[in-house]
């Protein structure tokens, strides 16, 4: 009988169940999301990876075995588009290989994108 996984309760327990290789890229992914988020911004895990949420979901970021995957996919911006086309996968999402330079500061643009997005979708209802 195969282990049972272990739901993490926080982005630190995540961080803390993943291989090393992948531990030091997903901390600095969570600094540069969390400065880049408005500090209203909440940590979360939701579908049992880790989140941030204002206003409905900003981001989503996993690890994976060779790669680490950032959610949702990218819309609404054009230029935002063309920069993180050469990371998206087959349904938008984005695959940012472990064995490459991660692009922390396009992670940011992208953060700050979604926050402009949610808060206009906010300011609708």
């Known amino acids: ?3 049972a996984r272990v739901k993490p309760g926080s982005i630190e327990q995540y961080i803390a169940a993943r291989p090393p290789q992948a531990r030091g890229v997903l901390r600095k992914l969570r600094s540069t999301i969390r400065r880049a988020a408005p500090p209203a911004a909440e940590e979360i895990i ?6 941030f949420r204002l ?3 900003l981001i989503y970021f996993a690890a994976f075995k060779n790669h ?4 949702p996919p990218i ?15 087959p349904k938008g999402n984005l695959k940012f290989p472990l ?16 926050v402009k997005q949610n808060l206009a979708k906010a300011g609708k209802k």
């Open 1 to 3: 009988m195969a282990a």
């Open 46 to 51: 939701s579908y049992q990876i880790p989140a």
């Open 55 to 57: 206003h409905g979901i």
């Open 68 to 71: 680490i995957g950032v959610f």
């Open 75 to 89: 819309r609404g911006d054009a230029k935002l588009e063309a920069a993180v086309a050469k990371y998206a996968g």
């Open 99 to 114: 064995d490459a330079p991660i692009p922390y500061a396009l992670v940011a643009r992208i953060v700050k994108s979604r």
